[in-house]
């Protein structure tokens, strides 16, 4: 791997991958760089299409304009990404799921109170309305 100075405000966190798979073996380097705008992620032998060999970035992870977003250059011979992913439909707040028929409210692991569920003080339930606790329905 090419040794690349960090840049001001730039943190660089190498990482070994082991290869994975029946009768695989063997590893790959590569390295975080974590920038004040973004993280890239560079890999040995892999880059994108407008960097010099051993130094490029084919996975970078930005914030901007307000949302979360994942660019991925999987053909080194396209200039531009050949995937961008648009994060925010994995927002936590974006979770569709198990939830309270009297509230509403998403149903969560808390800690219930009940002096009558002491074998249970945490359950799966909603929160406001305490709907899954055996001993308060």
Known sequence: MKEIKPCPGEQIIPFVLNREGEGQSGTIKGEIRILPQAISVRVDGYGDCGTENGYG????????????????????????????????????????????????????????????????PEIHGCPTCDDSCPECR
Not at 57 to 79: A, T
Not at 86 to 91: H, I, N, Q, S, V
């Open 57 to 120: 970035c084919p996975i970078y992870i930005e914030h901007y304009d307000g949302k979360l977003s994942v660019r991925l250059w999987s053909d080194i011979n396209h200039e531009d990404p050949t995937h961008a992913v648009d994060m925010e439909g994995a927002r936590e707040t974006e979770r569709k799921g198990d939830c309270c028929a009297e509230c509403g409210e998403l149903k969560k692991s808390f800690m219930h109170n009940c002096p009558k569920a002491k074998d249970m």
